[in-house]
């Protein structure tokens, strides 16, 4: 799932120049490789879709233990 909102002002170090963060909920956990990983990659896309500086893209994760969808747990 994607949400995306357009002319949204996001104040980083004292300006509000392109940036971004993203918020990435994981079912169960993944290695510290891992997740190097997929920042690493989130951050180009981010970057060349978005034209933002890798340098103000952050990237936030959550470990979920249970996730629902359809009236049961996963």
């Keep these: 799932m994607l949400n995306f909102e357009d002319n949204c002002k996001l104040w980083f ?11 990435v ?5 993944a290695s510290a490789a891992a997740y190097n990983n997929l ?12 034209g933002i500086s890798a340098g103000r893209i952050y990237v936030k994760y959550s470990e ?6 359809g009236g ?3």
């Design 13 to 23: 170090k004292g300006n509000n120049a392109p940036a971004a963060i993203a918020e």
């Design 72 to 74: 049961s747990n996963f």
């Design 39 to 50: 920042t690493s990659e989130l951050t180009d896309i981010l970057s060349e879709v978005l």
């Design 25 to 29: 909920s994981l079912y169960g956990s």
């Design 64 to 69: 979920i233990e249970y996730w629902g969808m």
